[in-house]
């Protein structure tokens, strides 16, 4: 509402003016870095995953002697790299990166948020190794096993908490909407992911009650996490790749507080005419529903700035990226509420369209928005252009295509898979080769992501190589050099 | 390592870095919008009043509630005896000894509190169902004198038992009297298979209440 | 919104209400429901699993059985499933009280299991699908589970084992050799015959049927028997539904 200098909002924390967004940038460059590297690594091993899940679904012979390469094992596994290699990580990297600057402060924890990222690659690690090896907990979504989730909350803690310093430590007046977003999903994650592991996992309650807890951490995950990260990144990337100003603040948190209030209360109508009492499932229906008023409110916020500037937002490849994600988000919101009316649940429940309705919010919503987010964010902490620059407007067609693809191949096959299911005479095998089509183009999909996250993790690796050839080269051959230039200062 | 200078050109369009994204007014909240939410938080409330059971744990289908549920739960044996009775009493009893089980004065003596009914076994009704009574009787020390009609050829065993567990459980009425079993009747109807006419209230006294 | 802990606040209000109004609250509503005593056998129903069953869950779940498959049948206003043949009635909350963890599944890219135990398949029937579940279903999508088997040679001529699986006539069974199935398959077929959600109690009771609702008693002429018919007829559909079919 008012600008950093005025007198009216004077900066809360600090007197000093904001640090330049070149210190900002150096103090992130080695916590970000590792977190948007990791995360690229993941995105990639996702995709492979996800492509050899697909696989798996409509050609199930492949790798059959191989216990660990069943589709049960490997489908957790996929879902789970993405959500906590992928998903964790980016968002963790951008969310550091972009509070950063947006309050002006320089980073501080380093060398905690680097041991953190260790500790949470290694975590995650051994719990997808535990996964393959049988040891995955059952509770779809909360499969990690015990120990690997505890290792991932330490690794958490350690990232988690420096984001919320450098709040604190903020030099400018108002905050930006962008954190407040932020801010939530810090703190929704690890109380979503600890309450959901305690009662549906580690100290189970009777029964239903478990699926109860594992659809409340679900549908938290989707909106706390990914629907808060998607929006706060597309509403940092969009006015600031246009230098439009957000047109309006009080609607801003308007959105923010609809989301945070109805949001987390849907997630049992996946259970829906199942074994929850037809309260939880009615409840389910009416917060999703209602959760589409967020969506248009963060919709009428971010069309004025896309409308006034969509030259300059498409010129880079992260304005694309951010528009298309937070389509995706908004086409999620849609889809889900119109998923929740009984005529259409009755189709839909059970089928591929459940799968591409998670795919949407998912690699469509969150992932997009990330991988823009990941490539305008990279090469400013690393300090040097990704090297193959012609290779992100790629990513993006792969990626959107691949997004497009597995929603429509998956929707439509869904339908056609519903429909059969509700035809009593049509014998299950039958409906079975209905849908095997369409969870071949799913196939398709995955593999294009995976292409498009070689496409990112190529291009990270690349430049995090040539800026280290570009420090240590000089120093080596100074060191490597004859010693004339030594001999010279001994005398 | 030196600070970087050179911002990278993926920062923005024209090549340099924007400043950081700010707020400002240039739109309101629509009224549309306010309007629809309202709208939709009632529908909210309307449908989980329709589709919420209730907040009942037990109910499950969509749109029910914990009636509809209670509703398909099958009665007990005892219940079901009761209703039957029920039936019976409106076919055959209620024309003479009315609905509300009183009777009417000076013509047909009452079922409720009648000191004929609430006694400790149905020997005497049963014989009174089976086969009718005549002349006079004294109930509740009012003295009647009518024809009751014999039952036995219309009511099987399972139908006397039924109607005589229905008037003398009937707590409506004011009776609390035990129930009486079809092989309590059928003992009495083989008992008394050659008996053409009705009883006299005499004879039944010379009876015991039961067994 | 310029105060960082309103924030907090805030959105930890949020995240609780929701977890006490959509785990919590329900746990203290009805986590402590009763298991159901059957009175014609005197048994509880959900049944304890004896402990081969209990070790093929473990299967079941290490292998991500309920990816593919659910476990809940939905009821005949909301779904074909009833008419599928994959349950008499509903699943409710009550038929999982034993389950640890509750393997629900949200796809059905393989048929429902909830009943599983009370249809009409036959233990080697159950072993094929898991061995090959093509040899039964041409272009199914089911996976074959082959480490759940030992393929032991077998001499030209010599009869497989009793223990072995009999493959379907015409079936493209392996050639020389004997299927034995491993003790996980013991144990998982042993879990999946256990799955039957089908006792009949206080939620679930069928609607009344339309035949047992009519009554002769329209008229004072109805004769006698009818009514006979019906005393004895109400309590004995009491009883047919309370058994276990």
Redesign the interface.
């Known amino acids: 509402?008012s600008?950093p200098a005025s007198p009216v909002?004077p900066p809360?924390a600090d007197p000093a003016p904001p640090a330049s967004?070149?210190?900002i940038?150096?103090s992130c460059r080695w916590p970000v870095g590792l977190l948007l590297f990791c995360a690229s690594g993941w995105l990639l091993f996702g995709g492979v995953v996800g492509a050899l899940a697909a696989i798996?679904?409509?050609?199930?012979?492949l790798l059959?002697?191989?216990?660990m390469f069943?589709?049960?094992?490997i489908?957790?596994v996929a879902w789970n790299a993405f959500v906590l290699g992928f998903g964790l990580q980016a968002g963790l990297g951008i969310a550091l990166w972009i509070m950063a600057?947006?309050s002006?402060a320089t980073l501080v924890g380093t060398g905690s948020i680097i041991l953190g990222t260790l500790t949470w690659n290694a975590g995650l690690k051994l719990g997808l190794l535990s996964v393959l090896m049988?040891?995955?907990?059952?509770?779809?979504t909360l499969e990690l096993p015990r120990f690997a989730v505890i290792i991932l909350f330490v690794g958490y803690a350690l990232i988690a908490a420096w984001p919320?310093v450098v709040?604190?430590r903020r030099r400018?007046?108002?905050?930006?909407?962008s954190e407040?977003f932020f801010?939530?999903a810090l703190?929704?994650f690890p109380?979503?992911y600890l309450?959901g592991n305690c009662?549906?996992?580690w100290y189970?309650?009777?029964?239903?009650?478990?699926?109860?807890?594992q659809?409340?951490f679900t549908h938290?995950l989707f909106i706390?996490w990914f629907g808060f990260l998607t929006i706060g990144v597309a509403?940092?990337l969009l006015?600031?790749?246009s230098?439009v100003?957000?047109?309006?603040?009080?609607?801003?948190?308007?959105g923010?507080?609809?989301l945070?209030?109805f949001?987390?209360?849907g997630?049992?109508q996946?259970?829906?005419?199942?074994?929850?009492?037809?309260?939880?499932?009615?409840?389910g229906?009416?917060a999703t529903?209602?959760t589409v008023?967020p969506m248009?409110?963060i919709g009428?916020?971010v069309w004025?700035v896309v409308q006034t500037s969509r030259?300059?937002i498409f010129?880079?490849?992260?304005g694309r990226f951010a528009v298309a994600g937070l389509g995706c988000f908004l086409a999620w919101g849609g889809l889900a509420a119109i998923n929740c009316l009984?005529p259409v649940r009755?189709i839909t429940?059970?089928?591929l369209a459940?799968?591409a309705l998670d795919h949407l919010l998912l690699w469509g919503a969150f992932g997009l928005t990330a991988i823009g987010a990941c490539?305008?964010i990279a090469?400013?902490v690393i300090?040097?252009?990704?090297p193959f620059?012609g290779w992100?407007s790629w990513h993006f067609r792969l990626a959107t295509a691949a997004v497009l693809l597995h929603v429509v191949a998956f929707g439509v096959g869904g339908l056609i898979?519903g429909a059969g299911?509700?035809?009593?005479d049509k014998a299950?095998?039958e409906v079975?080769?209905g849908w095997?089509p369409f969870?071949g183009m799913g196939t398709l999909a995955m593999t294009l992501q995976a292409v498009g996250g070689l496409l990112l993790f190529a291009n990270v690796v690349a430049a995090v190589v040539a800026q280290a050839r570009a420090?240590v080269v000089p120093v080596a051959q100074e060191w490597l050099t004859p010693s004339a230039p030594k001999a010279e200062v001994r005398p | 390592m030196k600070p970087v200078s050179s911002i990278p050109k993926v920062a923005g369009a024209a090549g340099v870095e924007p400043p950081e994204p700010k707020t400002g007014n240039a739109i309101q909240t629509p009224m549309w919008f306010i309007a629809l939410l309202g709208i939709s938080l009632y529908w909210g409330t309307m449908y989980l009043d329709r589709n919420g059971g209730g907040y009942n744990p037990l109910v499950f289908n969509r749109g029910e509630r914990m009636a509809d549920v209670e509703a398909r739960v099958p009665k007990s044996d005892a219940d079901l005896l009761v209703a039957q009775g029920r039936k019976v009493y409106d076919i055959y009893c209620k024309a003479c000894h009315q609905p509300n089980g009183r009777g009417v004065p000076n013509q047909f003596p009452p079922l409720a509190e009648s000191d004929w009914v609430n006694v400790d076994g149905a020997n005497r009704l049963i014989r009174i169902v089976l086969h009718g009574l005549g002349g006079p009787i004294s109930v509740n020390g009012v003295e009647y004198n009518n024809v009751m009609l014999p039952w036995r050829d219309q009511l099987s065993d399972d139908d006397i038992a039924a109607v005589l567990t229905f008037v003398r459980g009937n707590k409506e009425w004011g009776n609390h009297s035990g129930p009486v079993t079809a092989a309590e009747v059928k003992k009495v109807r083989e008992a008394t298979a050659s008996r053409d006419s009705n009883w006299t209230a005499a004879e039944l006294l010379a009876i015991p209440l039961k067994d | 919104m310029n105060h960082g802990p309103l924030l907090f606040l805030g959105v930890l209000c949020c995240v609780v209400a929701s977890w006490l109004g959509l785990v919590v609250g329900p746990h203290f509503q009805f986590g402590n429901q009763d298991l159901v005593l059957i009175e014609e056998t005197g048994a509880s129903y959900p049944s304890a699993r004896d402990g081969l069953a209990l070790q093929g869950a473990e299967i079941y779940r290490a292998n991500g059985c309920n990816y593919c498959h659910t476990q809940q049948v939905r009821g005949a206003s909301e779904g074909a499933d009833i008419a599928r043949g994959w349950g008499k009635r509903r699943t409710v909350a009550r038929d999982y009280l034993r389950d640890r963890p509750v393997m629900l599944g949200n796809h059905r890219f393989g048929p429902d299991l909830a009943n599983l135990g009370a249809r009409q398949y036959t233990t080697n029937d159950l072993y094929l699908k898991l061995y090959n579940a093509r040899l039964l279903h041409p272009r199914s999508v089911m996976p074959r589970y082959p480490y759940l088997f030992e393929e032991r040679p077998l001499r030209p001529g010599a009869a497989p084992s009793s223990d072995a699986l009999q493959f379907p006539e015409g079936s493209a069974a392996p050639a020389n050799v004997e299927v034995i199935p491993k003790a996980d398959a013991l144990a998982l077929v042993a879990y999946l015959q256990s799955l039957k959600s089908d006792a009949v109690f206080f939620e679930v009771f069928p609607p009344p049927q339309p035949a047992a609702a009519t009554n002769g008693l329209s008229g004072v002429d109805t004769n006698a028997p009818a009514l006979g018919d019906q005393t004895n007829a109400a309590p004995a559909a009491g009883a047919g539904a309370t058994s276990t079919p």
Do not use: C
């Not at chain 1, 798996?56 to 012979?61: F, Q, R, S």
């Not at chain 1, 259970?271 to 037809?278: E, N, T, V």
């Not at chain 1, 010129?315 to 992260?318: E, F």
């Not at chain 1, 300090?383 to 990704?386: D, N």
């Open positions: 509402m600008s909002s809360i967004p070149g210190e940038d150096l798996k679904l409509h050609a199930p012979g059959a002697h191989w216990p069943t589709y049960g094992r489908q957790p600057r947006l002006g049988a040891g995955g907990t059952g509770m779809e919320l709040f604190q400018r007046g108002d905050v930006y909407p407040w801010v939530a703190f929704s109380w979503l309450a009662l549906a996992v189970p309650l009777r029964g239903v009650l478990q699926a109860a807890a659809a409340w938290g706390g509403l940092y006015p600031k790749i230098g100003a957000l047109p309006s603040r009080n609607l801003a948190g308007f923010f507080w609809l945070a209030v949001g987390f209360w997630g049992a996946r259970y829906f005419a199942g074994p929850l009492p037809a309260y939880l499932t009615a409840q229906v009416v529903v209602l008023f248009i409110a009428l916020l004025p030259k300059a010129s880079v490849p992260a009984s009755a429940q059970f089928t459940t799968v490539y305008y090469p400013q300090g040097r252009e990704l620059a992100i898979q299911l509700e035809n009593p299950f095998i079975m080769r095997i969870a420090a």
